[in-house]
């Protein structure tokens, strides 16, 4: 994977940050490209009083953005930097403030730290970077007019879906979708839909198994508290094209279809890995004493899909379970959604522990 920075980093706490991450990309046997435009890793400036994007060409380039931070609202991370995260449409922030740890933000709303008092920091930064980067996003659709006329109604699976979904919202579990349209000029909100396909961010989904690995899915980018239309938002996935990298929608010829959710990779993966589960929730809270992934991967990646399987794999109950996603949130399995809200009722934290 080749790297590149773009942006002046010019700022003191910058140019000493540029120096050390170039010095342990080298050191890890990665290239510095002077073209951004050829990188597969863009370390990009971002400036908060006009945070831009870098126009990347393909889904593939993952971009830090690099923020000098006053480090005002120290103690809410999340509310200072998350918007300029959307803003610039990356991948992962790191805010530089003078005498603190770097704050690194995810897409996930996960807000982390590294100290660069610790004599071993930038070997902590590289690996808090480098997986995240080197991960194969899946978030395409490919959308076929062919869903059976039976099912253009529904089924009562996509019924209880309906009913989990206001249930969760009424626990609070599904915050309202970030407003992209509203936050982003409009020239990079066009810029967003063309690249990656999407035109807004919602946290949480829901899916069930419909017959064999098929499965009905919460689409993106909606609020999961008012889901309810077949082939718009909630989604029949019939399988995944690998040649293409992106998931197959059966919908209803003449449907208006949302994309189905940015998990729905990590779902297939999971009902083809494990014949015996019937339905999965996801959410952005937490649970005591649960295992959990030992990366952040990015959602909709096929390393996150996999880091789930392999805990459920490792679980002796694979098909009524619930598992952590380091800085993220959980997912449960059950054969039913009912089956599942009787065994979260109660149990839930709304903060997710940051690692």
Not at 45 to 54: H, I, M, Q, S, T
Not at 328 to 350: C, K, M, V, Y
Request: aromatic share 8%.
């Amino acid at each position: 994977m080749n790297y590149a920075f773009h942006g002046d980093f010019d700022t003191p706490q910058l140019r000493s940050l540029k120096s050390h991450l170039a010095d342990i990309m080298d050191a890890h046997g990665h290239a510095q490209t002077p073209d951004p435009g050829q990188a597969g890793l863009v370390f990009h400036e971002v400036l908060p009083e006009r945070p831009r994007p870098f126009r990347r060409m393909s889904q593939a380039t993952f971009v830090v953005g690099v923020v000098a931070w006053n480090g005002e609202a120290w103690e809410t991370p999340l509310q200072a930097l998350y918007p300029l995260l959307v803003r610039s449409l990356s991948n992962l922030t790191i805010a530089a403030a003078p005498h603190r740890p770097l704050v690194l933000i995810t897409p996930e709303l996960g807000h982390y730290t590294v100290d660069i008092e610790s004599p071993d920091w930038e070997q902590n930064l590289y690996e808090r970077i480098a997986p995240l980067a080197s991960s194969h996003l899946v978030i395409d659709n490919i959308f076929d007019p062919d869903l059976p006329e039976s099912l253009w109604a529904g089924t009562s699976v996509t019924q209880d879906m309906r009913e989990a979904s206001r249930r969760l919202a009424d626990w609070d579990l599904f915050p309202s979708p970030y407003p992209l349209a509203d936050t982003l000029p409009p020239e990079d909100y066009k810029h967003l839909k063309r690249v990656f396909g999407i035109g807004g961010l919602s946290y949480g989904n829901l899916s069930a198994r419909h017959e064999g690995n098929t499965f009905w899915m919460s689409a993106s980018g909606v609020d999961k508290a008012k889901i309810g239309t077949v082939s718009e938002d909630i989604l029949f996935v019939k399988g995944y094209d690998a040649e293409a990298r992106a998931m197959r929608i059966s919908i209803q010829p003449g449907s208006r279809p949302h994309r189905v959710s940015v998990d729905a990779v990590e779902h297939w993966g999971i009902y083809q890995r494990h014949p015996e589960i019937g339905a999965l929730i996801h959410i952005h809270a937490w649970m005591e004493d649960i295992p959990s992934t030992a990366m952040n991967y990015p959602c909709g990646t096929v390393e996150m899909g996999d880091a789930m399987s392999e805990l459920l794999d490792q679980d002796p109950h694979p098909e009524r379970t619930i598992i952590g996603l380091k800085n993220h949130g959980i997912t449960a399995t059950g054969p039913n959604f009912p089956d599942i809200l009787r065994r979260l009722e109660g149990r839930i934290r709304t903060q997710v522990p940051m690692m």
